[in-house]
């Protein structure tokens, strides 16, 4: 069953998690995953894959960021989102989700998963990252890419992303992801948008690309808890 817990930011600061323990044959594995701008952790994008993903033996932890838990709108600046992420890394090494010989994998939806990548470039201490539709750039503005950190991560990184994602196409990521050293792989989602919806007439149900994205997903983490 999901567990809620308290994580401190700071004086009369902090935000809530919830843990979803693994609940079969765990992988070795705790994912961290962080939601996106429009969102928070239970918004129904995190709590499919948050269960999904532990239902297949992956111990998952979600958080809001502070802007979130105080129930606003408009996100943090950048040094207060990584500051929220900081914390979480810092909660898992001090066991406060148990499982403390998992190796951490970070990472989220859209945003999430991007502040998750700038958190890994800065020195993180992180075994991968899992990023759920990388938001490249705004929706209609290519020119304003967010990729000046990316060269900085090592740490081995998955990326899901729609083939029609308005932030940031599979071909679009796919020269930023060439001048990476990290090990990148590339899972694309055909037909599928930011939040990887398929069109009706697409021939896929919307639990067929769920179980797609699952696959990929519980197999590259697997294969990463074995080293």
Known sequence: MPEQFRVDLGPAQHVSAIAYPAACAPAGVSL????????????PF?????????????????????????????????????????????????G??????????????????RIASQVAAAGAEVAGLVLFGYPLHPPGRPEQLRTRHLPSIRAPILIVQGARDAFGTPAELAPVLATMSAPVELRVVEGGDH??????KGGRSQQEVDQFVLDE????????ARG
Not at 64 to 81: G, I, T, W
Not at 195 to 200: A, E, F, G, I, L
Request: proline share 2%.
């Open 46 to 94: 995190m709590l499919r894959f948050a269960d999904a993903l532990a239902q297949r033996g992956i111990d998952v932890v979600t958080f809001n960021f502070l802007y979130s838990e105080q129930r606003k709108r408009v996100p943090d600046r950048n040094d207060k989102l990584e500051a929220c992420w900081r914390a979480m890394i810092g909660a898992f090494h001090a």
């Open 195 to 200: 939040s990887y919806r398929v069109p009706k």
């Open 32 to 43: 961290i995953l962080a939601h996106g701008a429009g969102a928070n952790q239970s918004s």
């Open 96 to 113: 406060t989700f148990g499982e403390r010989g998992n190796r951490l994998v970070i990472g989220g939806k859209s945003m999430g998963g």
């Open 217 to 224: 997903v519980e197999a590259w983490l697997r294969r990463l």
